[in-house]
């Protein structure tokens, strides 16, 4: 069975795939390395990378060609198996490679809907839903890998730190400062009793 499969994908019309699919494989080693980016063929297919719905055009195109080398195996497979000869050989590859083609367009079009679906309902889920956490102290939410006093919220954060506030500092819900404002604030009321 091995060496069936083997003698399919380089016959033809699985070679045009499993050419496809070295190439495609060679790329995704170079970005692997560090040598290419995944979207760098985006640029190449305007047209291709606004319909494809933020998927990357490599990503689509090693898809299609991942689909039509399956495809085109295990028509190669069968159609050995037939044992046809001359013409009605010819016409029957001719016609596994175009198959092949149209399938796997279709079921990658397919995947990629489907998947910017579900990406477009998760995202409209955690914008309805909001963030998962809170801040304990005064319920406003915060990100729990984030540092204190590292990226842009970094001179405000500092600056509640000590203890001052502008109105930009304050809560806009509530009216009022940070939780930690208040508390520095009564610290220094208490020592100054």
């Known amino acids: 069975m091995r060496q069936a499969v083997i003698d399919a994908a380089v016959r033809f019309p699985d070679v045009i795939w499993t050419s496809a699919l070295v190439v495609a494989l060679g790329f995704w080693l170079l970005v692997l390395l560090g040598l290419a980016g995944a979207r760098d063929f985006d640029a190449d297919a305007p047209g291709l990378a606004r319909s494809s719905r933020g998927v990357p055009v490599a ?67 955690s914008v309805r839903t909001g963030p998962r956490r809170r801040d304990p102290a005064d319920g406003t939410p915060y990100d729990p890998g984030s540092r204190p006093g590292h990226g842009p919220t970094a001179a405000r954060d500092l600056t509640t730190a000590r203890g001052r506030t502008t109105s930009r500092d304050r809560n806009p819900a509530r009216g009022q400062a940070p939780a930690c404002d208040r508390t520095a604030a009564r610290r220094r009321s208490d020592r100054a009793a």
């Open 59 to 125: 990503v689509l195109a090693s898809a299609v060609i991942a689909h039509a080398w399956l495809l085109g195996l295990a028509g190669s497979v069968l159609l050995d198996r037939l044992r046809l000869t001359g013409p009605a050989e010819a016409a029957a590859r001719v016609t596994l490679l175009a198959l092949s083609a149209l399938l796997a367009l279709t079921t990658t079009r397919w995947c990629v809907v489907t998947l910017a679906r579900l990406r477009s309902a998760r995202s409209a889920r």
